[in-house]
């Protein structure tokens, strides 16, 4: 069969260039622009990626339109509804679901790497008290790239996968360090009887003063958020981890680069930043007020947790978590949570206005997890830094699979210069 192209012609010097034409297993084709500039002398311009595809990837498929989301081919409806957070970390890493055995050996290797270096504790003792969380975070995996030096060689496969299984299983202790050294309290130490939901609760809540139970009710939350948040294909933190990583850098600091995109409120941020809008807006009868504001283009105010990039009809992640948000809820008996009540009625109202119908905005997971986190007792400051714990096995897989890619290349995006021309240097004392 011909090669199926796609035919860029320069209209000023009449010069042309066939372009061949990629389709992958689903989702719109792509055509490949690599030859473009040598044969046409022309670059792209897409600021933003909203058409350019940045590599090809086996892992995450999202259709935006119809509110698809798949991890290795499998819905997250089934996902959410019948795994738990370290299997899909297989399924994500491997690409296939896990026997018996294989999820045994996988559970045994992150239990192996829960605790933290002792000396990476002392050096949390460095930062200023209060700073957020995040801070915390994205300076504690950086200078993992320091304590765990023996498995930085990113041409090792070894190396790769003893740092992956490193960050897998020490995030949710550095997460919940984060937080005990933010409120003063003591740092604990992981147990590895617990499940990967139930450590990360014990050792962001449990005190040395007072026997510390488990909220089964919490640990499927949590389980549900992490597995929900676990891997979205090519998103800005992805992208910002297979940026760093293609010049080789280790993996510690190229999952540190993740975390810093994330935690901007555009980003992993808007969880933390949906609540402050939230309670912001205090009571459902001022809503009206706040969705003006949103809608005023001199305004650039934003309603928080609502648009995405590539939905454009519904998140599923947001669906699945609206529902256990109710359950949540009403198990823990707060159903009359007045925050609730205004999340619900801002959705409400936003989605009957034509503004956020007419620009496909609708609520995205980031409206629902604040609010499920909130109900479950974590402070607002770390709705983020549990987002990066659960991506975090998404950057790693993203991350993997480049490093095993033939077609990796540094990342060197171009640029159209619109800058000055040529011009002398003027002297200072000639200058206007
Ligand atoms: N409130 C009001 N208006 C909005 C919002 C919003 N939350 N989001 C987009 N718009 C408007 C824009 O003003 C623009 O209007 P215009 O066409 O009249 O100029 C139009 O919708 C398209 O917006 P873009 O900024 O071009 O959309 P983009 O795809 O670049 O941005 C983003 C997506 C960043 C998520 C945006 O919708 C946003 O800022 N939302 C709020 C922050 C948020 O919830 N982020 C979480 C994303 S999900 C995640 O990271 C897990």
Redesign the pocket.
Known sequence: MAEETVTIIDNTTGKRVDLPILRGTHGPAVFDVRKMYAELGMFTYDP?FVSTATCSSYITYIDGDTGILMYRGYPIEQLAAKSNYLEVCYLLLNGELPSTTQLQTFERNIGDHTMVHEGMRSFYRGFWHDAHPMAFLVGAVGAMSAFYHDSTDVSSPRHREISAHRLIAKMPTLAADSYKYSMGQPFNYPTNSLNYSENFLYMMFAVPTAPYEINPIHAKALNLILILHAD?EQ?ASTSSVRLASSSLANPFASICAGIASLWG????G?NE??IRTLNEIEDPKNIPKFIKR??D?NDPY????????IYKNFDPRATLIRDACHELLDDMGVSDDPLFDTALELERIALEDDYFSE?K?YP????YSGIIMRAMGIPVNMFTVIFAMARTVGWIAQWMEMMDDPEQRIGRPRQLYVGHEKRDYIPIDKRP
């Open positions: 933003g979205h998103n409120p555009a980003h992993g808007a930043a949906v949103a809608k283009k934003r309603l928080m947790g609502f648009g995405h990039r620009r905005l995205n997971v980031d409206f």
